[in-house]
């Protein structure tokens, strides 16, 4: 009898024995009887019936199990067996990934990648298009403000790079993608390395110049700093006050970087500090730091010091720039609560639950509006 495999990513594969009088070959791989193979039941594996056998189900199966234990001792002849059977589907595979990648199916488009990265383990392709996803997915929950889960994302990137540096066939475009996946968490030192190794070994003139601009511009305006690095790690750990006193070093050699007045203002929001917060986010966009993330934390300080109309601007200004993102519309609901503006702010957390019907902040808030 099949037994199902009960890992999550498993729960609908079972495993059948393959009787000796049908061992045969298959595209010159030879079966051996004595390996169970993986099926995709499809429909669960406590409904799954003999009958119910295809060569898709087992390629699907064998695909699902790769994708779950690559280092399992029966993995490589797996291998052999899908390359047999289906010779083309690195191709076939990495289109149909790239594909849900841009259709915003990640889901789908991870369980792809992280197959392929399982049937060719060697190979940097798979990983450098699981990480992209893995980013993607990571950007889109940020949005949503679902910060949790954006994070485990990032993290998820983050090993996938790093596996994917071990291995010997990585093309150079990768490492710009790298390099900007770490210039966005704040690693610039990593960043830097990431860009030099594009500019010592990319073809392309043009990506070239830019990674070349990139690693000056770090290095001009100190991000490659102790104190900038030292200024981030302490704020995101909670330890604000430690965080400020390196910002406002770096600052003195650096009083021009809108990054660093973006910390200084994070950690003065963070500790409830508001006239400190708002005037360091106001420094971040006199600088050039006008991106959304600013104008939402300027936003939420100048709505806790009563500067309504100011905040509203602000929001608005950064609902421009990323009309989807959930933050700035709930924080806007949230404003017009606190205005007085009950039927408006309704209209702002549905908006919200429009673009992400779970978000916990629109629900409880709605709620809270109707009991009320």
Known sequence: MPEPETTDRLRN???????????????????????????????GADRWKPGDLTREAIIAGMLRFLADKPGHGDAEYYRRFVLAVRPA??????ETGVLKARNREFEVAEEVFLALAGLFPGLAGPLSNLASVYEERSDAFAAVGKDEVAEEYGNRAFETYKRLFTLDDVMSETYMNAGYFFLKKRNYLRAKELFENYIAHGTDARIRARAREIVQRLERQGF?????????????MGREEEGIER???????????????????????????????????????EFGGGEPDTCNELAICLMELGEFEGSRRWLETALRKEPENIKIISNLGVLAKRRGRLDEAAGFFRAALE????????L?????????
């Open 224 to 236: 490659l700093d102790t104190l900038f690095k030292e200024a981030y790690d302490f704020i995101a």
């Open 247 to 285: 910002a406002r070093a770096f600052l003195e050699s650096y009083p021009r970087v809108w990054n660093a007045w973006f910390l200084l203002g994070w950690a003065f929001r963070r500790l409830g500090r508001w006239e400190e917060g708002r005037d360091a986010f106001l420094k971040a966009t």
């Open 13 to 43: 594969i079972v495993f059948i024995q393959v009787p000796p009088a049908f061992a045969r070959e298959i595209g010159g791989f030879p079966i051996d009887p004595a390996i169970p193979i993986p099926v995709e039941t499809g429909g």
């Open 355 to 362: 673009i992400e019907s779970s978000d916990p902040i629109a």
């Open 364 to 372: 409880r808030e709605l709620a809270n509006l109707g009991s009320s």
């Open 89 to 94: 589907i690195l191709d076939e595979l990495t």
